[in-house]
Each structure stands twice: as C-alpha cells, then as structure tokens.
C-alpha cells in the first residue's frame, strides 16, 4: 500500500514545485530575495539658466548656469537616475509600468515637455503653472530587474513668477505592484524677474503706390515689435506708447496698422516686416496656408493693436489681448526661414504701422531720396506681477532694441523717446530690383564700406544708379542686401 502511494506523493511535489517555479518567473512582483520597493530617485541639476549671463547678481539677473539662480524664460535642467534593483534570482524579471511622479512645482514653473522616455499609459504634464501647478507623470513601460537609466527632464522659469520665487524638484518612483512612498530632492533654485520689455522699431519697408485725396504717393510699413529680455516679468496691459512721424515729412500721413502677417484694413494691402515673426500663429489672410506659419516664425498671440491719429502727426498706439505668458517664442525671421532672431529676444507682439509719403517729396534736389526721422515716445510698461516700472528704471530703458544695455548710449534720449533714422528712396515704376540697406546701432553712414558683391557703395547708393528698388538706411538693424525679387 505503502509502494503504492509513494509514486504519487513524488508526483505531487514535483507538480507543487513546477507551479512554484512558474509562479516566480511570471509574477510582476519579485519572490524570495526580491526588494519590493525601488530605491529614490537620484535627482541630478545639470544647469540653471542659459547664456548670455550678467555680470552681477540681481532681480532678473543670472551669473552663469550653475549659481542656484535662473531667469525667468530660462531652463533649469535635470538627469533623474533610476535603478531596478536586482530580484535576487537567476533570471532577470520585468517590472510592469515604471512610473516617476514629480511632486507639484510651484505657480510660475512649468515641466517645459513631456521627456521622450515618458511613453507608457497615463504619461503627461499635468497643469499650466499658471492657474494650476505643473506635474510631470513619466511611464517608462517594463524594465527588466538589475537595470538603471537616466531621463532629461527641464524645468522652465515663466514670466508670471514672482522675484525670488525658490523650487525644488522630488517625486518617486513605483510600478506595478511594487510601491515606493519615499521621495528624493533637488538642491533649492530660485526665480529671478523684473520688468525688461523692449519695443522694437524696424527700418521701413516699400508697399506700393497709393493715391490719397487725389495726390500720389507711396506705402511705407514700419515693423513694430515687443519682446522680453532674459529675466523679464510679464508685463501688464495695456500696452502703449506713441509714434511721432512729423520728422518723416511734413505731408506724411497715418494709414494704419495691423499685427504682421494681416490686411492692415484702412490701405488694403497685407502688411510684414524683415527681422520679425508673424503677428500670430496661424494669421489669417495671405499667410494662412503658408509653411513657415509656424512655431519658429510666429508668435502665440500679439492681440489687437488699436492705432488712433491724434494732434498733428502723432499717433496714440495701444496693445490689448496679447498673450503676455506665451508657451512657446519664435526663433526665426519669417521673411528669411533659417536666418535666427537675436538669441535671448523673446517675441510676444509683431505690428506693422503705414504711412504715406507724397511723391513730391522726392525731388532732384534731394536726389530723391530724403532721411526720415520716426519717433517713439511715451513708452512706459510696467511689470504685471510687481507693478514695477520697466528695467527697474524706465528712464534707463526708453524701449530701445539694444542686446547689451549700456548707460553711456542712454545719454541721446530724453524720457522715453526712441529714435529711429532712414533713408527713403522712391521706387521707379517696372523696376523688380531691391537693395536694403540697414546698419548696426550706431554706425553712421559715413563709415559704411559698401558691398564688394555688387560694388555697391555709400555713395553710388545714394546716386542715380540704384534708385531702383527701395533700399534703406537705417539705425538699428543690421546690412542686409536682395535683389531680382
């Protein structure tokens, strides 16, 4: 009997130890041996912030891009470490649904993209950082035990925050059924903000012949533009200031304006700019099914700009509607795809305003062409959060598009002023020629050399020989030369 059952009760140990085995190769959880919690996460700070760095330390300043300090429109960087601790057995298990949460930041940051690592089910950043804080949940799918990765991962710095605000980085990490509670820390940043708004005046561009009150004439557009320097806080609305185009010509009259990229609606005509982006992303109008309205040329939103002739040739201007906490800024010309806006000039507002000029302001005697002189006053922004005026000092920054702000070149101005000087030209009918000339800030146009391309130099330009097309001179951009257009 005995002989009998022996055969049996092997039987039944060595199934117990199959299903054992089985068990133990299959279960997401690790068996004897197994540590059923992950270890903390190794929060690694790569950078804070961006070049080009300030000199000194302060409100909207950063020294360099490891200092514990980044600007506001800046990155600070991270590497999270991970380690799937071994299971203890033979054979390497997978751990189903490695998950890190971070812990909520606070208001005025923002996980600035999901990694490329974050791919599993219920990967997303959660809240804008505006209205609600911004979470990163990170699903990297199945890891075999005894493996370790990193993940890059950026915080970004909005202009909504407020001076000094301090963050950290945590989280954990968990997978199924495999729960950890413990957490792991970043070293402190803090946020540095004040109010740095520029306004930017572009040299003018030719549109085309128009007729008004039955004398001819010719369109000008002059680009416009706002945008925050490094560190900058978001500035509040409305925005405005006045454009002063007396200097321009005694008979030169306001048309309209419009955001770049639109039908400026008082002269028909579809207005842009050289060295900006489009108004809008997405605009309306001949730009609509364009590829190069994209991200990288266009901004999120320059709202409505609202342009009212006032006394004499003044024109009261005013921005409302504008996203003044954008979630992306362009990097590019439009006009030029590839060519790159100023680095550290971060575009929220792209207008473009007309004037006419009549034909007889052309004449012989000018060699027709004639220097005009567009003001820009009155402009005063502050900040939105601390209600700071512009630059801590507006009477240091009258709006002007200078990379490096400097004391010295602050002494020509009065208030907030801002001047602008160009060359105009008058097209001849039938010509497809244009040159643009422009110079770098401060140049006089006694020290510019020429163009050893076309031969063309200072004083052939202002001669008959190329008149043709609608060149340009002017203070604040750089030398550029078209032609066959």
């Given at each position: 009997m005995n002989h009998r059952r022996q055969p049996l009760a092997r039987t039944i140990a060595a199934v117990a130890c199959l299903n054992l085995g089985l068990a133990g190769l299959f279960s997401p959880v690790a068996?004897?041996?197994?540590n059923e919690t992950f270890p903390k996460v190794v929060i690694t700070k790569t950078e804070d912030g961006q070049a080009p760095f300030d000199a000194t330390a302060g409100?909207?300043?950063?020294?360099?891009?490891?200092?514990?300090?980044?600007?506001?429109g800046q990155l600070t960087k991270y590497e999270l470490g991970f380690?799937?601790?071994?299971?203890?057995?033979?054979?390497?298990?997978?751990?189903?649904?490695?998950?890190?949460?971070?812990?909520?930041?606070?208001?005025?940051?923002?996980?600035?993209?999901?990694?490329?690592?974050?791919?599993?089910?219920?990967?997303?950043i959660i809240g804008d950082g505006v209205s609600a804080p911004s979470v990163l949940v990170c699903n990297m799918g199945t890891w075999l035990t005894g493996s370790s990765w990193l993940v890059t991962a950026n915080v970004r710095a909005l202009p909504i925050a407020i001076d000094n605000t301090a963050f950290t980085v945590s989280g954990k990490i968990t997978a199924q059924n495999v729960p950890n509670v413990g957490t792991s820390t970043s070293p402190e940043v803090r946020v540095r903000t004040q109010p740095r708004i520029d306004l930017v005046k572009n040299?003018?561009?030719?549109?085309?012949?128009?007729?008004?009150?039955?004398?001819?004439?010719?369109?000008?557009?002059?680009?416009?533009?706002?945008?925050?320097?490094?560190?900058?806080?978001?500035?509040?609305?409305?925005?405005?200031?006045?454009?002063?185009?007396?200097?321009?010509?005694?008979?030169?009259?306001?048309?309209?304006?419009?955001?770049?990229?639109?039908?400026?609606?008082?002269?028909?005509?579809?207005?842009?700019?050289?060295?900006?982006?489009?108004?809008?992303?997405?605009?309306?109008?001949?730009?609509?099914t364009d590829a190069r309205n994209n991200k990288d040329r266009a901004v999120q939103d320059s709202g409505t700009i609202t342009c009212t002739q006032g006394v004499g040739q003044n024109v009261s201007v005013s921005v409302t509607g504008m996203n003044t906490n954008p979630d992306f800024y362009p990097k590019e010309d439009f006009v030029s795809p590839g060519t790159a806006l100023t680095p550290g000039d971060n575009w929220?507002?792209?207008?473009?305003?007309?004037?006419?000029?009549?034909?007889?302001?052309?004449?012989?005697?000018?060699?027709?062409?004639?220097?005009?002189?567009?003001?820009?006053?009155?402009?005063?922004?502050?900040?939105?959060?601390?209600?700071?005026?512009?630059?801590?000092?507006?009477?240091l920054e009258p709006g002007r598009n200078k990379t490096n702000e400097d004391l010295a070149s602050q002494t020509a101005f009065t208030g907030t002023q801002n001047w602008w000087k160009s060359v105009m030209y008058r097209p001849e009918p039938g010509s497809f020629d244009k040159y643009d000339y422009t110079f770098a800030d401060g140049i006089s146009a006694a020290t510019f050399v020429g163009d050893t391309t076309t031969g063309i130099?200072?004083?052939?330009?202002?001669?008959?020989?190329?008149?043709?097309?609608?060149?340009?001179?002017?203070?604040?951009?750089?030398?550029?030369?078209?032609?066959?257009?």
């Amino acid at each position: 009997m005995n002989h009998r059952r022996q055969p049996l009760a092997r039987t039944i140990a060595a199934v117990a130890c199959l299903n054992l085995g089985l068990a133990g190769l299959f279960s997401p959880v690790a068996q004897a041996g197994v540590n059923e919690t992950f270890p903390k996460v190794v929060i690694t700070k790569t950078e804070d912030g961006q070049a080009p760095f300030d000199a000194t330390a302060g409100p909207g300043n950063d020294i360099s891009a490891k200092n514990n300090e980044v600007r506001a429109g800046q990155l600070t960087k991270y590497e999270l470490g991970f380690n799937n601790p071994d299971s203890g057995g033979a054979v390497p298990e997978n751990r189903n649904n490695v998950t890190f949460t971070a812990d909520a930041l606070p208001l005025g940051l923002v996980w600035d993209k999901l990694p490329g690592s974050c791919s599993g089910l219920g990967s997303d950043i959660i809240g804008d950082g505006v209205s609600a804080p911004s979470v990163l949940v990170c699903n990297m799918g199945t890891w075999l035990t005894g493996s370790s990765w990193l993940v890059t991962a950026n915080v970004r710095a909005l202009p909504i925050a407020i001076d000094n605000t301090a963050f950290t980085v945590s989280g954990k990490i968990t997978a199924q059924n495999v729960p950890n509670v413990g957490t792991s820390t970043s070293p402190e940043v803090r946020v540095r903000t004040q109010p740095r708004i520029d306004l930017v005046k572009n040299a003018p561009i030719f549109f085309g012949s128009k007729n008004v009150g039955g004398v001819d004439g010719f369109v000008y557009g002059y680009g416009m533009g706002v945008k925050y320097r490094p560190g900058s806080e978001v500035v509040k609305l409305p925005l405005t200031w006045t454009d002063d185009y007396a200097p321009v010509h005694p008979s030169a009259k306001f048309l309209g304006c419009a955001i770049a990229g639109a039908n400026e609606p008082v002269s028909g005509l579809n207005v842009w700019a050289v060295s900006q982006p489009l108004g809008k992303l997405g605009v309306a109008g001949a730009w609509a099914t364009d590829a190069r309205n994209n991200k990288d040329r266009a901004v999120q939103d320059s709202g409505t700009i609202t342009c009212t002739q006032g006394v004499g040739q003044n024109v009261s201007v005013s921005v409302t509607g504008m996203n003044t906490n954008p979630d992306f800024y362009p990097k590019e010309d439009f006009v030029s795809p590839g060519t790159a806006l100023t680095p550290g000039d971060n575009w929220i507002g792209s207008y473009v305003m007309t004037i006419w000029v009549p034909a007889s302001a052309f004449t012989a005697a000018n060699s027709y062409n004639f220097i005009a002189e567009n003001h820009l006053n009155d402009f005063a922004p502050v900040g939105g959060v601390s209600g700071n005026a512009n630059y801590g000092d507006v009477t240091l920054e009258p709006g002007r598009n200078k990379t490096n702000e400097d004391l010295a070149s602050q002494t020509a101005f009065t208030g907030t002023q801002n001047w602008w000087k160009s060359v105009m030209y008058r097209p001849e009918p039938g010509s497809f020629d244009k040159y643009d000339y422009t110079f770098a800030d401060g140049i006089s146009a006694a020290t510019f050399v020429g163009d050893t391309t076309t031969g063309i130099t200072w004083s052939t330009l202002v001669g008959s020989s190329y008149r043709s097309g609608d060149g340009v001179l002017a203070i604040g951009n750089k030398y550029t030369a078209l032609n066959e257009l």
